[in-house]
């Protein structure tokens, strides 16, 4: 799911590690659900981290999608598509206008250079991969750092939802930075009781946070992010809708992250694609992509 930039990569904790392990605790019979205790949920975590940690690393199967994306100052519409080479993007509108003639040809240029040039792919496709090892790390870390507790019942976009909350266990002490951020989110989790899937996160940062992922810096108490995911077919669940407030104080700069991102449009592509294909089939249905984003 990307973002663009780096905010994602210095949130990136924040966006998904939760996602895998919780859906465990919806694994429990229905008529047990609303007499969990913390410390059944903790257990229902705990057993399933096995089998949660393999279907983490397990490949989805790929796909191609819009990515709509909002800010303060800008909204932008990207096709994506993904790779075994890692995700290939093109920019289809801004501020949901179509793409100038002379935007749009610098943006097939852009790709063009890209298809000849494999080393810059290579390098995505090595930030994507280093991402994923930082969430598999705080997977392991899940059965400890976090204390769990149904919250009850509410209506979803497809029927009933369990909830629950989450907040950081005291005992638990982060052994570097990356895995700070866990001592001081809280929250709840909404999990689809026909499917046992996870439909919606909110985490909220109860403290200013040091991170690590290569630069130092904090993120600021107040901040929260929003997280949304549905079946998109196939049993093919993926993140449809992120909302991010966020302020990230980087030496003796401060940055505000205020982000909506809508991912929608998804349709599998051949699995083993490489990039260059992925770029061939983005600038053959670039002249259909004007409406696009709406």
Not at 30 to 42: I, N, S
Not at 116 to 127: D, F, G
Request: proline share 6%; no cysteine.
């Amino acid at each position: 799911m990307p973002t663009g930039n780096n905010a994602r990569r210095w949130l990136l904790p924040l966006l998904f590690l939760f996602l895998p392990a919780l859906e465990s605790v919806a694994q429990a019979p229905a008529d047990a659900v609303g007499r969990l205790t913390p410390a059944q949920a903790q257990s229902l975590v705990a057993r399933a981290l096995a089998s949660e940690l393999r279907a983490a690393q397990d490949q989805a199967h790929p796909m191609r999608y819009l990515l709509r994306k909002t800010t303060p100052r800008l909204t932008s519409a990207k096709e994506i598509v993904e790779t075994r080479d890692g995700e290939v993007a093109h920019l289809v509108s801004i501020n949901d206008q179509p793409l100038s003639a002379a935007a749009a040809q610098r943006e097939q240029a852009r790709l063009e250079a890209l298809a000849a040039n494999p080393n810059l792919q290579r390098h995505r496709k090595k930030s994507e991969d280093s991402d994923m090892e930082i969430v598999l790390k705080l997977l392991h870390m899940l059965p400890t750092a976090f204390t769990y507790q149904y919250a009850g019942m509410g209506a979803g976009p497809n029927g009933v939802v369990e909830k629950y909350s989450f907040k950081p266990n005291p005992q638990f002490s982060p052994p570097d930075l990356e895995t700070q951020a866990l001592t001081a989110l809280n929250g709840e989790v909404w999990v689809d009781a026909a499917q046992g899937r996870v439909v919606r996160l909110e985490g909220h940062l109860q403290q200013d946070t040091d991170y690590g992922w290569g630069v130092l810096g904090k993120l600021d108490k107040g901040g929260w992010v929003a997280i949304e995911q549905a079946d998109e077919g196939g049993g093919q669940w993926r993140i449809v809708h992120v909302q991010m407030r966020m302020n990230l104080r980087v030496l003796f700069r401060t940055r505000n992250i205020d982000t909506l991102e809508d991912m929608s449009r998804y349709e599998p592509v051949p699995a083993g694609m490489d990039y260059r294909h992925a770029i061939q089939m983005l600038l053959e249905g670039a002249g259909n992509t004007g409406q696009a984003n709406r």
